[in-house]
């Protein structure tokens, strides 16, 4: 049985993704210093609470643990945060992973899976974005997935260090059986918001209802965490079986506006959500859809979980689930 270290494995993604890895018949153990993540979310036994900038103590970890490839998740993820306190994201994202990637080269394990993102794109020329678009990053967030990605490719030539990459479009759903879901503090993400919207009677703000789209809110491309999980499992196992680097975008190819998924949400739980529209929030592309060909293509993945109901519905099952825990 193949061990995985998985990084931020306490985390929403990554928490999601341990879980779908031991699914799979892998033996997991996480690293998290659960500064975002949380406790509850890995099973005591599985988890190390160490930092990535603890790069002595990762080597150790993947050393005596006979770790084989490891799936990077530790990161800070809130792109407006990121504009405020860009050192706290360089030095998290990009050092942290420095950090991580010497522990491997010591450790001698030289595949790994990296957690990227769409924000890797900025405001893209054209839609649905291909894996060949240009960097062009308008956070810092984004920029420090963009300057790992690079030194990934560096050490895949330098030190035969083969990974994937994969860059997200937008994360949400749960897995309420598995008591696994999206519980970011604060929570910047529009579906938690929306269900939090009808469970406590408080508008959310819609930001901005005059983009260039039918009807004037922002089109994303909505990605189910289970169906996210799986493409790590695919990429992992093609690294595994000697696969080489790569990088793919993880999306469906379809897009939904903010007033589609808040009519969703609507229809799913049978009430009003409660909103008022306000002002554009600053490095909100108006439109981000994926070209998911090459994931599909090279790796033979497909979204099963991806529909925009089955993806609210599981969110507003552990929503619930979440509320009456207190
Ligand atoms: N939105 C609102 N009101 C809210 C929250 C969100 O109208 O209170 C809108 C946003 O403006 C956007 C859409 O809902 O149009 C989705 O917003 P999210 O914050 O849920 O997600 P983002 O598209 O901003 O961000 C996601 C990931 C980031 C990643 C980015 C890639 O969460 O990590 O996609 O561009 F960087």
């Known amino acids: 049985m193949s061990r995985i270290l998985v990084t931020g494995g306490a985390g929403y993604i990554g928490s999601h993704t341990a879980h779908v890895l031991m699914e799979h018949g892998f033996d997991v153990v996480v690293a998290d210093d659960l500064s975002r993540g949380h406790r509850h979310n890995v099973a005591p036994e599985r988890l190390h609470v160490v930092s990535m900038q603890d790069t002595a103590a990762l080597t150790e970890l993947m050393t005596t643990g006979r770790v084989e490839a490891v799936i ?16 706290l994201y360089f030095n998290n994202n990009l050092s942290g992973s420095l950090s991580l990637l010497t522990a491997m080269q010591r450790a001698g394990v030289k595949r790994l899976v990296f957690s990227s993102t769409a924000a890797v794109y900025g405001n893209p020329m054209s839609v649905p974005i291909s894996e060949d678009a240009p960097f062009a990053p308008v956070s810092p967030y984004g920029e420090s997935k963009v300057m790992v990605e690079k030194v990934l490719r560096w050490l895949s030539d330098l030190r035969g260090l083969k990974s994937v990459c994969l860059r997200y479009f ?5 897995d309420p059986a598995a008591g696994l879901g999206e519980e970011h503090d604060p929570e910047t993400h529009l579906i938690p918001l929306l269900l939090r919207a009808i469970r406590a009677g ?5 930001f901005g209802d005059d983009y260039d789209t039918p009807d004037g809110t922002c089109i994303r491309d909505y990605i189910h965490v289970r169906d996210l999980a799986e493409a790590h499992v695919l990429a992992l196992e093609s690294l595994l079986s000697g696969g080489e680097s790569d990088v793919f975008n993880v999306g469906t190819g379809s897009g939904y506006s903010v ?15 409660p909103y008022t529209v306000g002002a554009r929030r600053e490095g909100d592309p108006p439109v ?6 090459r994931l599909q293509r090279s790796l033979g993945w497909s979204p099963r979980s991806s529909s925009l ?13 979440r509320a009456a825990a207190g």
């Open 259 to 273: 007033m589609e998924v808040l009519r969703t949400v609507e229809k799913i739980v049978g009430k009003r959500v």
């Open 288 to 293: 981000l859809v994926a070209n998911p060909d």
């Open 202 to 206: 408080t508008p959310i703000t819609i």
């Open 72 to 87: 990077h998740f530790a990161a800070y993820i809130a792109v407006g945060e990121s504009t405020r306190e860009p050192e």
């Open 170 to 174: 937008n994360a949400c759903g749960a």
């Open 309 to 321: 109901e089955t993806i609210v519905r599981s969110a507003w099952e552990f929503e619930q689930k």
